[in-house]
């Protein structure tokens, strides 16, 4: 869980946000709340390491959703000249003229994850 949390806050450090003392609490919640989406979907009794990083992605999406619905900035200025950005992983093309909040809708999108193939991790169930 630690590990996880570390990583979830070096990705929100990278993406530009910048973390709250009071957030830890919020943050624990959605972790706990991401692994036990993915044991129960994949059959398994603990997280193993590839899945990691889906959770931290998923995590950080739903946290700056939560943010965003709240009416909080979450400080994700991208450069209007920018045209792909690549977050880990996952690399993300901005259609031509896009505007800032676009483009972050676009980045928490895809960090959501939600093509994200679970069966090779799948433990067989009976």
Not at 27 to 45: A, M, P, W
Not at 100 to 118: G, H, P, Q, S, T
Request: with cysteine.
């Amino acid at each position: 869980m630690e590990e996880i949390l570390k990583n979830i806050k070096m990705q929100l450090k990278i993406l530009g946000y910048k973390e709250q003392e009071d957030e830890k609490e919020t943050l624990k919640y959605l972790i706990d709340k991401q692994v036990s989406q993915i044991l129960h979907i994949c059959g398994l009794e603990k997280i193993i390491e590839p899945l990691i990083y889906v959770i931290v992605d998923r995590v950080c999406a739903e946290f700056l959703k939560n943010q965003i619905m709240l009416g909080k900035d979450i400080g994700i200025n991208i450069s209007t000249i920018a045209t792909n950005i690549k977050i880990g992983d996952v690399t993300i093309d901005f259609p031509a003229n896009s505007s800032n909040e676009a483009k972050v809708n676009l980045i928490l999108e895809r960090l959501e994850r939600k093509d994200f193939d679970f069966s090779p991790y799948a433990k067989m169930r009976w």
